[in-house]
C-alpha cells in the first residue's frame, strides 16, 4: 500500500540513544520526519533529539522500556500529543549476554526475551491502532541470527527468531483481516555500535561483531527505506545474506565452522574484566552515539543491500543487456 514521503511522516525509533536506532532517527529527521525518539538512556536521547533539530527537524524524546508495556504506551500517548500521529514505528531496541547457553541465569535469558521479543511485541501492541489510523508501518530491526544460533549467543539468537516468527504471524493476519498495516523485518548483520561495549560478557575478552563489519549509516538508510517503502524482510550487508543462505542449503557446515570460529570471532583478543559494567538491566550514564569502537575495520557501504533496494535498475539493466543479444542471435 502506499506511504506518505518521509517529510510527511511523523516516525517513532526505540532504541534511539545510541547505535543503529540513533542513526536512524538521525537520518530520519534529516530527511524531514519529524522523530520520536525513546531508550532508558536520557544522555543519549538529549543528544539525539539535538542532533535531529540541528538537521532542520523536530523531534522529542521518551525515557522508557519496552520491556514494560505501559511504558510502550506512553511512548505512543506521547507522540501523538506532540504530534498528532504515527506513521511509522520502529522497534530496534535490543541488548545482549555473552555466555554459553548451559551457563544463562534465568533472569539474564528472560530479560534479553523481556527487551528483543516482549519489548517489540510491546511496541507493536501499543502502536497498532495509531498505525491502523495511519495506514503506517510497523518495521522491526531484528537479526540475520534469528535464523542461526551462535555460540554465546543462546539469550539473543532465541529472542530475535521469537521476533521473526511473532511478526511472521502478524502479517499474514493483517492481510487476512484487511488490517492497513505493514510490517517489514530488517535482518542486519555485524554492526559498529556501542553495544559492544555495553553488553554483559562472560568470555575476559572485549567482544567483538563478527566480520564483515559496517557502520551504522548505511544500514540506517536501508532502514528508513522500509519506511516509505516496507519490504516483508530485508537482509543487510552481504555477511547476513550469506549467513541466511548458508543455514538453508547446508547448516551442518554452518555447524563446523561455528565450531572452528564461533568463539574466537567474537572477541578481539583484548582482556576485558567478567562483571565490567553493563546496560543488561540498567542504562549505563552518557551518550555513546551511534558508532563503536570499530571505525578503522568497517565498511561504509554495502553494494549488496544498495543492489537488493534497487532491483528495478538491476531487473532494468539485464533486460535492456538481453535485447541486442537477442537480436544478434536472429540474425546469426
Not at 536512524?24 to 536521547?45: K, Q, S, T
Not at 495509531?130 to 535464523?147: D, E, I, K
Not at 552481504?238 to 570460529?261: E, F, H, M, S, V
Amino acid at each position: 500500500m502506499g506511504k506518505k514521503s518521509l517529510a510527511e511522516q511523523v516516525v517513532v525509533v526505540t532504541g534511539a540513544s545510541a547505535g543503529l536506532g540513533r542513526a536512524v532517527a538521525r537520518l530520519a529527521g534529516a530527511r524531514g520526519a519529524r522523530v520520536v525518539v525513546a531508550a532508558r538512556g536520557a544522555d543519549g536521547l538529549d543528544a539525539c533529539v539535538a542532533e535531529i533539530a540541528a538537521a532542520g527537524s523536530e523531534a522529542c524524546a521518551v525515557v522508557a522500556d519496552v520491556a514494560v508495556l505501559d511504558d510502550c504506551h506512553r511512548i505512543v500517548e506521547e507522540a501523538i500529543d506532540r504530534f498528532g500521529c504515527i506513521d511509522t514505528f520502529c522497534a530496534n531496541a535490543m541488548v545482549t549476554v555473552y555466555r554459553e547457553a548451559r551457563e544463562l541465569e534465568p533472569d539474564e535469558l528472560r530479560r534479553v526475551l523481556d527487551v528483543n521479543f516482549l519489548g517489540a511485541v510491546n511496541c507493536y501492541w501499543a502502536a497498532l491502532a495509531a498505525l491502523t489510523q495511519a495506514r503506517g508501518t510497523f518495521v522491526h530491526v531484528n537479526s540475520a541470527l534469528a535464523y542461526r544460533g551462535i555460540p554465546l549467543q543462546a539469550a539473543y539468537c532465541s529472542s530475535k527468531a521469537a521476533a521473526r516468527t511473532f511478526f511472521e504471524t502478524a502479517r499474514v493476519e493483517h492481510q487476512k483481516h484487511g488490517i492497513p498495516v505493514d510490517v517489514s523485518l530488517v535482518l542486519p548483520g555485524a554492526i559498529n555500535t556501542p553495544q559492544f561495549d555495553t553488553a554483559r560478557q562472560y568470555i575476559g575478552y572485549q567482544p567483538q561483531p563478527v566480520p564483515p563489519i559496517y557502520q551504522p549509516e548505511q544500514f540506517a538508510d536501508a532502514v528508513v527505506h522500509c519506511f516509505e517503502h516496507p519490504i516483508r524482510e530485508l537482509p543487510l550487508g552481504w555477511g547476513a545474506q550469506k549467513l541466511l543462505w548458508g543455514q538453508k542449503l547446508a547448516p551442518r557446515a554452518g555447524d563446523l565452522i561455528l565450531r572452528r570460529t564461533g568463539w574466537k570471532g567474537q572477541h578481539t583478543g583484548e582482556p576485558k574484566p567478567i562483571g565490567s559494567p553493563d546496560n543488561l538491566f540498567e542504562p549505563l550514564p552518557g551518550d555513546r552515539g551511534a558508532h563503536g569502537r570499530f571505525d578503522e575495520r568497517s565498511r561504509r557501504s554495502t553494494l549488496w543491500t544498495s543492489l537488493r533496494l534497487r532491483r528495478w535498475l538491476v531487473g532494468s539493466a539485464a533486460a535492456a543487456a538481453a535485447v541486442p543479444a537477442a537480436r544478434a542471435l536472429v540474425r546469426r
